[in-house]
């Protein structure tokens, strides 16, 4: 009988030990479900601001496109400029040396 009792006692004290291993590990996954709700709502913030980003770029292409064309044209007009100015200085030069 004393040896029953023995078994019994080694029984139960595995089974607190497994029942002690199992809330440890239920603990476990509940901080892991908790870290990947909360990864997963981060993630889905991240893409949404990049969706509005890219549509905030793509509402600036054409203004950028058309800044871009403007500053070309300005830059055309400035050699242009230049080089009219620099025409006229050699023609004012090669008639004084007349």
Request: net charge positive; no cysteine; aromatic share 6%.
């Amino acid at each position: 009988m004393e040896f029953q009792f023995r078994e019994a006692s080694k029984q139960v004290r595995e089974t607190n030990k497994a029942l002690d291993d199992l809330r440890r590990v239920n603990k476990l996954l509940a901080e892991v479900r908790s870290e990947l709700i909360s990864s997963q709502k981060s993630l889905t913030f991240s893409r949404k601001q990049m969706e509005e980003q890219e549509q905030l770029l793509k509402r600036q292409l054409p203004e950028l496109e058309e800044r871009r064309k403007s500053i070309v044209s300005y830059m055309t007009s400035l050699t242009d400029a230049k080089i009219e100015v620099e025409s006229e200085s050699q023609a004012k030069g090669y008639r004084s040396s007349k």
